[in-house]
């Protein structure tokens, strides 16, 4: 059996991993115990192999309870009209838009974590990998629901792309709604053809570990074929390499063209440079928070400390921190150019956020949420405490949906003309519909790490020491079982 024996008990606990990080010439290991290649397949593979825990069922009949009044939520609006959300003059834009935004956001860490930090070398990438890139395809999927929902008439949203037909109808390629459009397909296009492409050297694991005949076939059909021949790995990183390339500018531009939406406008707080730059930091910020909220669940479910250790929420901790100063540093220039700009405007149009009505959503879910909270992770302690990490990761989700919801709203419901100014108050359409697409969410990803590996065993295993050729401390027996 491919995990019947194991490497001996040379014990790098959590403890000494921290120790080991005080030792300046000491490089900590990413897999910690000493593990070896047949203890990692049979960690990650029995969360697949193994009958699903109780938990699990009851996560799911949740959260596909959760979808599935999501799910009517949007056939009673589409049924009855965009008149059951609580869109009203001059509040065209509310939660639909925001909630898009939202999800867009959510789905940009995977694709960092699995191009650009590929491109840059960076191992820990491996263990967190699978899952944020599966992420961010749930979130992708989520958001593509309300640009079509919000137009009023779903049935001619195909009018967005550019397909012949007999009314010599095109769109107009002008306007940044219709960049989206293409921005958002081509992104979710190669991180759909990137995640795959990962997942097949563990797909033939699993295929050729399958006990029933369904299981074999069916992994074997997705597997294309893989044999693990030097041909085969040669091809596969090539591969990588190329869709991890494309990637990485997309990471960059596609909430670059979402923030246009905003951009081109000539609303006070929507028309300023900054939005590019600012929406990608805040994307990161947004989707690597949402990593820990589903990895630090999944670490402790599967009892995965020993690949997914104290270094690698450390790591992520410490990006949070720096996206999240370049978020804090976005606001504050904000407020700079609407004084700056003696635009009378512009500065009340901020000052409507910080002490209008919707003043709190500033001042807790930007402010404190955004701004604050991620300051704890200056401390090493900190970063390195998983309730810490949870709570601040916790904070930074409710804090970008707050974000984008003032920007949004903000920006709409006191324009140029008093007489014109009026509230957003949300339906129970509204709400439930934000809260079925969390459903939706969540049961995929409960779909995916029942079914599929969530974690990439073949590139893990690349990190462990004994695949180093350059090794020069013994290789034990159980190690040399497996090499």
Not at 62 to 87: D, E, H, K, N, P
Not at 165 to 172: A, K, L, V
Not at 399 to 428: A, C, K, N, Q, Y
Request: glycine letters at 8%; charged letters at 15%.
């Amino acid at each position: 059996m491919d995990g019947a024996i194991t490497a001996p008990e040379v014990e790098v606990t959590e403890s000494e991993e921290i120790a080991s990080t005080e030792r300046p010439l000491t490089r900590v290991p990413l897999v910690l115990n000493r593990r070896s290649y047949g203890w990692i397949t049979e960690r990650i593979t029995g969360a697949v192999e193994n009958r699903a825990p109780r938990w699990w069922w009851v996560a799911f009949a949740v959260t596909a309870a959760i979808a599935g009044f999501g799910l009517f939520c949007l056939g009673y609006q589409i049924s009855t009209g965009v008149g059951t959300w609580g869109l009203n003059h001059p509040v065209g834009w509310a939660w639909d838009i925001t909630n898009f935004v939202f999800w867009i956001g959510i789905g940009h860490a995977g694709t960092l974590i699995s191009a650009i930090l590929y491109l840059l070398r960076q191992k820990w990438r491996t263990s967190i990998n699978r899952s944020a890139e599966a992420m961010t395809l749930f979130a992708v999927i989520c958001a593509a629901i309300f640009p079509g929902i919000h137009v009023g008439r779903v049935w001619m949203a195909w009018y967005l792309a550019p397909l012949p037909n007999n009314y010599g109808i095109w769109p107009n390629f002008r306007s940044p709604l219709m960049w989206d459009v293409f921005a958002v397909s081509t992104y979710f296009t190669v991180s759909v053809l990137f995640w795959y492409t990962g997942l097949i050297p563990d797909l033939a694991t699993l295929r050729d570990r399958a006990t029933s005949k369904i299981k074999k076939f069916l992994y074997g059909i997705f597997a294309v074929g893989w044999r693990g021949a030097n041909r085969h790995w040669r091809h596969y990183e090539m591969a990588y390499l190329l869709l991890a390339g494309i990637s990485t500018p997309l990471v960059l531009s596609v909430h670059s063209v979402v923030s246009f939406d905003f951009a081109t406008s000539i609303l006070p707080t929507w028309h300023t440079t900054i939005f590019p730059p600012y929406f990608v930091a805040g994307a990161i910020f947004g989707g690597f928070a949402m990593v820990l909220t589903l990895m630090l669940p999944a670490r402790a479910l599967f009892k995965l400390h020993d690949i997914i250790t104290l270094q690698h929420i450390d790591k992520m901790a410490k990006i949070i921190l720096l996206t999240g100063s370049i978020v804090s540093y976005a606001y504050a220039m904000e407020f700079f150019m609407a004084w700056y700009s003696g635009n009378q405007y512009e500065r009340f149009a901020f000052w409507n956020r910080v002490l209008g009505p919707y003043w709190w959503y500033w001042w807790v879910g930007m402010l404190f949420c955004n701004c604050l909270s991620p300051q704890l992770f200056w401390f090493r302690w900190c970063r390195r405490n998983v309730l810490v990490v949870y709570f601040v990761s916790m904070c930074v989700n409710a804090g970008m949906w707050f974000e984008r919801f003032i920007i949004i709203v903000g920006g709409l419901h006191r324009d140029f003309l008093p007489s014109s100014w009026g509230l957003f108050i949300p339906t129970w359409v509204d709400i439930w519909t934000f809260i079925g697409t969390h459903g939706i969410f969540l049961s995929l990803f409960l779909l995916f790490i029942r079914f599929l590996p969530m974690i990439a065993m073949s590139e893990v295993k690349i990190v462990l020491p004994q695949s180093d050729v350059h090794r020069h401390d013994p290789i034990t027996v159980g190690e040399k079982e497996h090499a």
